[in-house]
Every structure is written in structure tokens, then in C-alpha cells.
């Protein structure tokens, strides 16, 4: 048999020489990333550094002043956010977006619409083929509640559970639309230290589970030292280091930019 040619697997996202501007303030400089299948890695830095702008442009909230984005070689540049998660971006927010008016369970069902994509012909005649997805959807609905512990909550609004539940809700929303990339904006952020440790077991599964690469932002350092096996860091949109958990923890550079900062 022929040796295969060896091919260099497509990265889940690269991002290079990603820019943005706001006005005169430069939110990210010259951001470069790469990130394969399946890897769990992390972004941090100081408040204002650009994590979220850097995530807000994967997702495609804003588009860059300059630079290239690719999902799973895509280039995203001019797509909107529904088409940018139809290639496999989900992501959940530093200030927690649930939609409060809807049930926990509809919060998934709605979500999972997005990404099958239906028409208002289907809905509206109530097809035969509509009937079908509806009943697929409240199953994988469903059984995501059932794994994530969350089914006895499917008729709750999402603002009467516990703030740490919301925050799962949240994840599991983001997980149903089956995403190659998952990024979570802060997922610690308002949790006290048990919802933590709860939540460092959550994303540890989830990462074993699914196939999915995770891309995370946090604050909370121990959970960035237990989980990422890459984490990069940022101060005033630039990166001022990168390397495995224990290298940023006495990286100088860190140090200094989280100087004052009791989080480190
Ligand atoms: N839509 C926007 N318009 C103007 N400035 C913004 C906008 N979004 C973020 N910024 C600014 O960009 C910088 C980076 O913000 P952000 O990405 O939210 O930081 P981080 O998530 O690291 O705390 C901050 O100075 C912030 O005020
Ligand atoms: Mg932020």
C-alpha cells in the first residue's frame, strides 16, 4: 500500500495579526492564535486587557480592523454570528445571557432551532418534516437537561435558579448546538469557591465527553491552572506571554501586569 501523504490537520480556529480599534483605543493588537481539536487552553489578563473583544470577534459581534480569522479553515470575515456558529462556534458570556422569559427547557429548544435552521414555511404549516425535528429537538433536549442535572428545572424560568445553575444552563445551552469550538467567557465569574469547584469538574467532563475544543477566560487562576494545558496572556491588547500553567504563574511579565491585582 502507498504511504498516505501526511497532511497537517486544519486547525479548529487560527487567528492572525487580529486588530481592533475602537475609536483611538487599540482593544487588540497583533493577536495571533492557533488551536487544534479537542484542546482545552486558556486567554487571560488584566480587566480591559481585550479577552472579550478577542472572543467577541470570533464570534463574529464585531468585525476586525485588521487580521484573519478561520474556523476550521473558514475564513469568518463579513459573516454574522448565526453563520459563524452554524460552523461550530458556541460560546456563553462574562454577564450571564439566558433568555428569562422562556423555560429552561425552551432555552435549549430555541437554541438547537438556530442551528437546525428552520424556515417560517415549516413552522408555519406545521409540516410533517417540522413535526419530526420538534420531537428530535425536545429528546436531545431532554437528555442534555437529564446529563447536565438540570431536568427538574425545565418548566423554571432561568432567572429564578441559583446563580451557579444559571451558569450551567448557560454551558448546556452553548453545548447543544453540537460546537467544534466552545468558548466560555468567564465561566467562574460570581461563583462561590463550592460552584467552583463544581464547575472545574464540569468542564473537565465536558472536555471528555464531547469533542470539542474549549477556549476559556478566567480570573480565577486555580481554575485556569487545573484545567488549561496552554494559556496565553494579554495586557493592553498585546500578548505579554504564553506557555504551559506553571511557566505564566511565574512568568515576570504576569506578575507585573497583575500587580495589585488580588485574583493572582
Ligand atoms: N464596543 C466597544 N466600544 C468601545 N470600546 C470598547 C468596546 N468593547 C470593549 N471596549 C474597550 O476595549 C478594551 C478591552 O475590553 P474587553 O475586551 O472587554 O476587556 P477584558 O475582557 O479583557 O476585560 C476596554 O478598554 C474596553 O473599554
Ligand atoms: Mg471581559
Same mark, same amino acid.
Given at each position: 500500500m502507498q504511504p498516505q501523504p501526511q497532511t497537517e490537520p486544519v486547525p479548529v480556529l487560527e487567528i492572525r495579526g487580529l486588530t481592533q480599534n475602537f475609536g483611538g483605543l487599540r482593544?487588540?493588537?497583533d493577536f495571533n492564535v492557533e488551536l487544534g481539536k479537542n484542546q482545552l487552553t486558556g486567554l487571560i489578563g488584566p480587566n480591559g486587557a481585550g479577552k472579550t473583544t478577542v472572543f467577541n470577534l470570533v464570534s463574529g459581534f464585531y468585525q476586525p480592523s485588521e487580521g484573519m480569522i478561520q474556523v476550521g479553515g473558514v475564513p469568518? #470575515?463579513?459573516?454574522?454570528p448565526h453563520k459563524i456558529s452554524a460552523l461550530g462556534v458556541a460560546r456563553t458570556f462574562q454577564n450571564i445571557r439566558l433568555?428569562?422569559?422562556?423555560s429552561v427547557m425552551d432555552n435549549i429548544r430555541v437554541a438547537q432551532h438556530y442551528r437546525l435552521g428552520y424556515g417560517f414555511f415549516h413552522s408555519a404549516v406545521r409540516s410533517k418534516r417540522y413535526r419530526r425535528r420538534e420531537e428530535e429537538i425536545t429528546r436531545e433536549a431532554t437528555e442534555l437537561l437529564d446529563i447536565f442535572e438540570l431536568k427538574k428545572y425545565?418548566?423554571?424560568? *432561568?432567572?429564578?435558579?441559583p446563580y451557579g445553575t444559571q451558569r450551567k444552563l448557560e454551558i448546556a445551552r452553548a453545548l447543544s448546538i453540537h460546537p467544534k469550538l466552545l468558548l466560555l467567557d468567564e *465561566? #467562574?465569574?460570581?461563583?462561590n469557591s463550592s460552584d467552583i469547584r463544581e464547575l472545574i469538574r464540569l468542564i473537565r467532563w465536558i472536555h471528555g465527553q464531547f469533542d470539542v475544543t474549549i477556549w476559556m477566560i478566567e480570573h480565577h487562576m486555580d481554575v485556569m491552572m487545573e484545567l488549561c494545558t496552554h494559556i496565553k496572556v494579554i495586557d493592553f491588547g498585546q500578548t505579554i506571554a504564553e506557555g504551559v500553567p506553571d511557566e505564566i504563574r511565574n512568568h515576570p511579565a504576569v506578575i507585573t501586569a497583575y500587580l495589585g491585582d488580588d485574583k493572582i
Open positions: 482593544a487588540v493588537s469568518t #470575515a463579513e459573516l454574522k433568555w428569562n422569559d422562556m425545565a418548566d423554571e424560568y *432561568p432567572r429564578n435558579l *465561566p #467562574a465569574a460570581g461563583l
